[in-house]
T-cell receptor
Framework: AQRVTQPEKLLSVFKGAPVELKCNYSYSGSPELFWYVQYSRQRLQLLLRHISRESIKGFTADLNKGETSFHLKKPFAQEEDSAMYYCALSPLKAGGTSYGKLTFGQGTILTVHP | DVKVTQSSRYLVKRTGEKVFLECVQDMDHENMFWYRQDPGLGLRLIYFSYDVKMKEKGDIPEGYSVSREKKERFSLILESASTNQTSMYLC???????????FGDGTRLSIL
């Protein structure tokens, strides 16, 4: 069975500082990794997925299979980045297609102070 | 834009009642999911469905059942509500395996 761990429940930084939200996973096969974000009074939404290799709102995340990590990073945090962030994993079937089922971490609340 | 609509934002029920949470999506998605969201525990999958009348257990199915009679609608049923089922419930849908899940606004359920 797969497991996703986000070691920090709360993370506070000042505007303009770098931010890193940690995510570690355990899974015996090939996973697909995601970051989802929930801003205040908004619904949960996808931020980025590792297979896209893209930067969204200045955030990037690199899958490190050796360390089984998928940390989310942004070089200069903004106040509007304050939100709840969830790391999630979906197992990949042979051929590269995910089952679609997600296992989420416990979440990290990011607060960016002015 | 994908729209996932949950019938109630807030719901208060009594212990032992049978509770229905409804979710409707308007994008012809095959997959639908029910999660509960609790502080410190993240989101945990209760049940999911890959097709009409098809359902599979998630990680915490005990005390719950689901129904998917039509492709656009996925219902979560608490057969006999208990206080430990007080939580935020999130519904999601996705187009196919491996696609982005789109979430509803959630239903905050309180069992008294």
């Amino acid at each position: 069975a797969q497991r996703v761990t986000q070691p920090e429940k709360l993370l506070s930084v000042f505007k303009g500082a770098p931010v890193e939200l940690k995510c570690n996973y355990s899974y015996s096969g090939s996973p697909e990794l995601f970051w989802y974000v929930q801003y205040s009074r908004q619904r949960l939404q996808l931020l980025l997925r590792h297979i896209s290799r893209e930067s969204i709102k200045g955030f990037t995340a690199d899958l490190n299979k050796g360390e089984t990590s998928f940390h989310l990073k942004k070089p200069f945090a903004q106040e509007e980045d304050s939100a709840m962030y969830y790391c999630a994993l979906s197992p990949l079937k042979a051929g590269g297609t995910s089952y679609g089922k997600l296992t989420f971490g416990q979440g990290t609340i990011l607060t960016v102070h002015p | 834009d994908v729209k996932v609509t949950q019938s109630s934002r807030y719901l208060v029920k009594r212990t032992g009642e049978k509770v229905f949470l409804e979710c409707v999506q308007d994008m012809d998605h095959e997959n639908m999911f029910w999660y509960r969201q609790d502080p410190g525990l993240g989101l945990r999958l209760i049940y999911f469905s890959y097709d009409v009348k098809m359902k599979e257990k998630g990680d915490i199915p005990e005390g719950y059942s689901v129904s998917r009679e039509k492709k656009e609608r996925f219902s979560l049923i608490l057969e006999s509500a208990s206080t430990n089922q007080t939580s935020m419930y999130l519904c999601a849908s996705s187009l196919g395996h491996g696609r982005t899940q789109h979430f509803g606004d959630g239903t905050r359920l309180s069992i008294l």
